[in-house]
């Protein structure tokens, strides 16, 4: 996932320097020195911008990975307070890990998803991955409330929460 996010920045550069060529190209400025500014500034202005959604993306990421690291512990603390109670049930890892192995391949599928266009001549943001990065939220969602269960019946534990709401992964701003 972090992999895809950088190479989306070095796009980013690219895709500026870019835009920088076209608007030199398309300059209605009389002198060279005139577009060539004016291009320079439409270049910096993209570059500034794919620098903005890069360091969104990279704090949505640390903040769902915080998220992550913060229900471990709160899963490790409940699972000491059962062990103090003289109660450890135990989950066989026939039922568990398949569903935590398609729980990550989803998310890191879902993370693979490049995130939507940018708005367009009418500002009408395009998604042609829409479907497919519902469906995945729904499935990581489906695949959370499985585990919860899992866990809700053999040890009074759920380590995502006991909430049953479904994320919307339709209009993501952060992919």
Known sequence: MLQAREKRAEQDKWLALAQAGMALMSSNQPTFGGALGEAGQAGLGALREGQ??????RLA??????????????LAIKRQA????GSTPRIPAALITPLIDRLEATQEALGQ?????EPGWFGQRS???QVRRTELGNEVANLQQQINMLYLSQTGITP?????????????PTG
Do not use: M, W
């Not at 903005?52 to 993306?57: G, I, L, R, V, W």
């Not at 990421?61 to 709160?74: D, K, W």
């Not at 059962?82 to 109670?85: D, E, G, P, V």
């Not at 998803?113 to 266009?117: I, S, T, V």
């Open 61 to 74: 990421l640390l903040g769902q990975l915080e998220q992550s690291r913060l229900s471990r512990e709160e």
């Open 160 to 172: 995502f929460g006991g909430g049953n709401a479904v994320p919307d992964f339709s209009d993501s």
């Open 127 to 129: 998604d042609p991955y």
């Open 82 to 85: 059962a062990s103090a109670r």
């Open 52 to 57: 903005s959604t890069s360091e969104a993306d």
């Open 113 to 117: 998803l490049p995130p939507p266009r």
